[in-house]
């Protein structure tokens, strides 16, 4: 089972999630809604996967680790958008600002492997209500070959104009970069992401 951030894990039972700490919050959140998206960190010394509890608040999440016995469905963010899966939300919640763009960011983006994450991802997955009107929008982007940056750019400049702000991660084999810093910083250092933290790159691809 290869496992990567962003992914959605629904848990089987959460007697295989350990908690640094047994707070209220977290508890009635896995109960409601019990997946936990996986964070960039390296697994525990047991093998366990590194990952987060949303709360229906923006400053609840709590950090986890998780017994991959306890792995019920993964869904990566690229699942998200072969399968299409905003389209089994309910009507009314696609009209929320960001899930109304999906259908036009999946003709947009066609020939990139790309997905959503944050809210967005956590919500056309499990279903629950996280989105709101003035809700962001982050997108993960395969970047594992190297980019075009003028086509990059050409993307950016489209998306720009949608209405929604709209926060890129490029995922490439040794961690993450924002898309944006790259395009503004080629000629300088950007900071990659990474399970054991940032690192100062020069060449995103090198």
């Known amino acids: 089972m290869v496992i990567h951030p962003h992914d959605l894990i629904e848990v089987s039972n959460l007697k295989y999630l350990s908690l640094y700490e047994d707070k209220e919050w977290v508890t009635a959140s896995l109960r409601r809604t019990p997946f936990v998206v996986v964070r960039r960190a390296d697994p525990s010394a047991d093998g366990c996967i590194p990952v987060g509890v949303r709360g229906q608040e923006r400053n609840q999440r709590e950090a986890a680790f998780l017994d991959p016995k306890g792995v019920s469905q993964l869904v990566s963010p690229y699942a998200i958008v072969k399968r299409q899966m905003w389209n089994s939300l309910p009507t009314e919640r696609r009209q929320q600002p960001v899930l109304q763009l999906m259908d036009l960011l999946a003709e947009m983006m066609a020939d990139w492997r790309w997905g959503p994450a944050g809210s ?8 629950y209500p996280t989105m709101k009107e003035t809700s962001d929008l982050d997108l993960v982007i395969d970047g594992s070959e190297v980019i075009d940056y003028a ?11 949608l209405g929604v702000r709209i926060d890129i991660q490029l995922e490439t084999r040794d961690g993450a970069y924002v898309l944006r810093e790259i395009l503004e910083r080629r000629a300088s250092t950007v900071v990659l992401r990474t399970s054991s933290g940032p690192k100062l790159v020069r060449n995103p691809w090198q």
């Open 151 to 161: 086509v990059a750019e050409r993307l950016v400049h489209k998306l720009e104009h």
């Open 120 to 127: 967005a991802g956590f919500e056309i997955v499990t279903q």
